[in-house]
């Protein structure tokens, strides 16, 4: 009789991977599209936005850690000359190539923004900790393995993230920040004049969450 009772957890534990195995090779298809789509002169003027925003100078975009956040910001937030965003123009001409669970994927990627999260705790690839604009008493990051061995000088850190089958998964290496939540909540008010409800700052962050790569350490 207990032959015939379904294993829930090993069938979580294999739609979970099956997953992380679209969600990376989502990831490594849109890299693989931008470094081939993507023009020198679309590139020279987000790198030029960048540096308005941040003021971080064109000239560190080209190599190490703000190379790597430059082109997330790029590949998922930066409007091009046409006013679409790189990942959405990517679904758009891919679209039909991709599996069912990697378009729910996309789904999410598409609304993704750049946030703040506090770090409570490490171990190895998982950061358990609060987002700054969420009242949850506690999140849970996954990382990829390839950042596994990354340190994080700062408890704040500057996340992308999407939730996938009650997973939540960094799209990128998180940024650590010199920001605390009080100036966070300032620089918040400043912004966007006052409105705190945690929906519009959400919208805002989609199109302005790069204003957070000002605080970032190393910079």
């Not at 298809?29 to 003027?45: D, G, I, Y």
């Not at 987002?131 to 408890?155: A, G, Y």
């Amino acid at each position: 009789m207990s032959n015939d009772i379904p294993d829930f957890q090993a069938y979580k534990k294999q739609q979970q991977a099956e997953a992380d195995e679209e969600l990376i090779s989502l990831l490594s298809h849109f890299s693989e599209w931008v470094e081939a789509n993507t023009n020198l002169r679309e590139k020279v003027r987000a790198k030029h936005l960048f540096e308005e925003w941040t003021g971080c100078p064109t000239a560190e975009l080209e190599h190490g850690e703000w190379n790597i956040n430059f082109l997330d910001w790029m590949k998922y937030d930066y409007k091009s000359v046409a006013g679409s965003r790189l990942f959405d123009q990517f679904i758009k001409a891919e679209a039909a190539s991709l599996s069912s669970t990697q378009r729910q994927l996309a789904a999410l990627i598409m609304v993704s923004a750049l946030e703040l999260f506090s770090i409570n705790e490490r171990k190895d690839s998982i950061l358990d900790g609060r987002f700054f604009l969420e009242n949850s008493s506690k999140s849970t990051i996954h990382l990829f393995p390839s950042e596994t061995d990354d340190s994080f000088p700062s408890p704040v850190v500057l996340v992308r993230t999407i939730t996938y089958r009650g997973k939540t998964y960094s799209l990128h290496r998180p940024a650590p920040v010199c920001l605390n939540e009080k100036e966070a909540d300032y620089y918040w008010n400043s912004e966007k004049n006052g409105r705190p409800s945690p929906e519009y700052k959400r919208l805002f962050a989609k199109d302005h969450g790069i204003i957070w790569y000002r605080h970032v350490l190393g910079h």
